[in-house]
């Protein structure tokens, strides 16, 4: 990774460096009327108090909503034949009305989300609004390796699927999908030696992609290589929230060093996992009493919200919101936008501490591991573990006072909520998700861990 000292951007130096009041760039913040994108407010003028904040994106104009919709999991329902799951396309339909109703309107997909249903369940909801009145952000993921789909015509095969399936002639925000995984070589092979990647320069000059961009996971050199090349990139999609800005683990790297490398070229940041995989959105009792103490009203998940949203480099924060009350206080928090002040910022340092300090798995619940060749649902019991220690529903030991409470917690919580088949117990050790998981979770281990600790619980067994 590049180190320089005069442009590292320290925890403390996050606000006043980067936030919503430094005048280093050209992307205003600005309140605009959802019917029509025009501005109620300019540069200097604040935000409309009561609506959703917007970012201009300063290559293109564009005024996009601060709270941007991750279409990555969309609402499942049981086919009417009972044959499997399908995508809920009424509700997908309610969610994307209330959320243009509402301000929002920049929409995340990718033709592998969703168990590769997102794009097309996506198009569908957003073909029943005015095109205009929306952006459609997709991506290039031919990271599966597969030859045909790696070379020129299983890839531009790719780009142009996806246009159909979004029922669109033209794609607002086009991303290279995860440039850092697998490393350089996986790079080139994706879009460099193919091709790919000057027809997609080519596509932005003929205007069918209004914006180019890549979005990161791995290896920083990819990142670094990327932002050195004579491209003017028209954004870019990192994870930041407050744990990653400098605790970044598995594949990521610190937002605090991807987000300085973007302001320094002038490339608005759009953002990925601001509650770190719902675990952000979840925080034991001791770390939610510190936020209670500066903000009673506010939840977990609005401080990572607002914090995730106060960098002005920041065009758009990415939330996957299945639920409509998640959806509502999603918008809620940026309508408008309260930018993290210092002595906030301070507070959510402490929760930082609290949270390294925990024994939390570091899924982000993406999917990509999904699905399993043997049916286990990886995300899901990971999730259950993470959500007892939030509770503090874990148990270190078998002699702790809270034992008995902590052990029922635990096992009538997995089984509802990861039916018995597709739990840890029954996991070979295929090792087929390990090249999957952009946090690089050793989960096979994890999985294995899980299991000996629900079959202590089990057969009350001594810690």
Known sequence: MKTNQ?????????????????????????????????????????????????????????????????????????????????????????????????????????????????????????????????????????????????????????????????????????????????????????????????????????????????SYHGDIEVYDYLLSLDIQWDFAQIQLNYIDWQNATGRNTNAEYLYGELVKRNVPAVIMEPLLGGRLGRLNPHALAILKEERPEDSAAAWAFRYAGTPEHVLTVLSGMVYMEHLQENVQTYSPLIPVNQQENEALEKVTELMLRSDYIACTECQYCMPCPYGLDIPGTFAHYNRCISEENLSKSSQDPNYVKARRAFLIGYDRSVPKLRQANHCIGCDQCLAKCPQKIEIVQEMQRIDLYAERLKQRLAF
């Open 6 to 214: 005069n442009n590292t951007i320290n925890r403390r130096r996050f606000l006043k460096t980067f936030g919503i009041t430094a005048a280093v760039s050209g992307m205003a913040l600005v309140g605009c009327d959802p019917k029509n994108g025009k501005a109620v407010g300019g540069k200097g003028s604040g935000i409309a108090s009561g609506e959703m904040t917007y970012r201009v994106n300063p290559h293109t104009g564009d005024r996009v909503s601060l709270l941007g919709y991750g279409c990555m999991r969309w609402p499942l329902r049981q086919r009417a034949d009972g044959n499997g799951e399908e995508i809920d396309q009424d509700a997908v339909n309610d969610l994307v009305d209330y959320a243009i109703a509402h301000g929002v309107n920049y929409f995340d997909t990718s033709p592998v989300y969703v168990r590769g249903w997102s794009e097309k369940a996506t198009g569908i909801a957003l073909s029943r609004h005015p095109r205009e009145s929306y952006f459609i952000a997709t991506k290039m993921s031919n990271f599966a390796n597969d030859p045909q789909l790696r070379s020129f015509e299983g890839s531009s095969a790719l780009y142009y699927k996806s246009m159909e399936d979004l029922q669109v002639d033209y794609i607002d925000y086009y991303l290279l999908h995860g440039i850092g995984m697998d490393g350089m070589d996986a790079f080139r092979g994706r879009f460099i030696d193919n091709g790919i990647l000057d027809f997609l320069l080519k596509e932005r000059q003929a205007g069918r992609i209004r914006n180019l961009g890549f």
